[in-house]
C-alpha cells in the first residue's frame, strides 16, 4: 500500500527553465509534507515542507504547492542549476492526532538538469 | 557529533550470517528512524523510536530484523541468517522532537549479501 506516490521516476529539464516534480497522496490524516534531495552516495538532505494549513510555500528558487482536495503536491525549482540534479523524495506525516507519526516516503524522482 | 553518524559505511557478508549496524543521532535529538533503500526503489520505512515509547516496528519485513536503542541515543539495526534480498542501503535519521518535521539522515550503510 503506497501511501506516497511519485509517478515519474525520472524528469530531464534545461537549465533555466522551470523543474516541476509531482507528488499524490492517498491518506487524508497527513498533514505535514516535505521535500528531500539525495545525491548519490549520501542521506537525503531537507528541502522544504509545508503545512496541510497552507497551499503554498516558498524558499528562494524552491516553491511547494499542496492541493489538499486533490491530494496532490509538487515541488517548482526555477530557474533550474545543474547543481540540483539528484534524486527527489516527497514525504508525508501525520504531526497531530496521537498515533505514531512515521514519516512516509515516496519512490523518488531522478532530476537531470542539463546544461 | 554534528550529524548523524552511521557505520560501517560499507559491508559484505555472506548470506546467512548476521549483521549489525550502528546509528549515532544527532544528540539530543529524540526521534530516530531506521530507513532502507533498495536498488531502483523508494525510501521503506523500517522502525521508528521515540523517547522511552515502545517502538513502530511495523515496517520490519521479516522478524530476522531487529533494532534496539540504548540509552535513548545510539541505535543498532541487527539482521539475522542474511539473504541476498536484504542488500540495500540502510539509513539512520533523528529529529529532534516527535513534532519536528525535520529528519536528518545519515549516509547509510551499504549491505551487499554474496
Known amino acids: 500500500d503506497q501511501q506516497v506516490k511519485q509517478n515519474s521516476p525520472s524528469l530531464s529539464v534545461q537549465e533555466g527553465r522551470i523543474s516541476i516534480l509531482n507528488c499524490d497522496y492517498t491518506?487524508?490524516?497527513?498533514?505535514?509534507f516535505l521535500w528531500y534531495k539525495k545525491y548519490p552516495a549520501e542521506g537525503p538532505t531537507f528541502l522544504i515542507s509545508i503545512s496541510s494549513i497552507k497551499d503554498k510555500n516558498e524558499d528562494g528558487r524552491f516553491t511547494v504547492f499542496l492541493n489538499k482536495s486533490a491530494k496532490h503536491l509538487s515541488l517548482h525549482i526555477v530557474p533550474s542549476q545543474p547543481g540540483d540534479s539528484a534524486v527527489y523524495f516527497c514525504a508525508a506525516f501525520r504531526r497531530y492526532g496521537g498515533a505514531t507519526n512515521k514519516l512516509i516516503f515516496g519512490t523518488g524522482t531522478l532530476l537531470a538538469v542539463q546544461p | 557529533g554534528a550529524g548523524v553518524s552511521q557505520s560501517p559505511s560499507n559491508k559484505v557478508t555472506e548470506k546467512g550470517k548476521d549483521v549489525e549496524l550502528r546509528c549515532d543521532p544527532i544528540s539530543g535529538h529524540t526521534a530516530l528512524y531506521w530507513y532502507r533503500q533498495s536498488l531502483g526503489q523508494g525510501l521503506e520505512f523500517l522502525i521508528y523510536f521515540q523517547g522511552n515509547s515502545a517502538p513502530d516496528k511495523s515496517g520490519l519485513p521479516s522478524d530476522r530484523f531487529s533494532a534496539e536503542r540504548t540509552g535513548g541515543s545510539v541505535s543498532t539495526l541487527t539482521i539475522q541468517r542474511t539473504q541476498q534480498e536484504d542488500s540495500a542501503v540502510y539509513l539512520c535519521a533523528s529529529r529532534r522532537t516527535e513534532l519536528n518535521e525535520k529528519l536528518f539522515f545519515g549516509s547509510g550503510t551499504q549491505l551487499s549479501v554474496l
Open positions: 491518506n487524508s490524516m497527513f498533514d505535514y
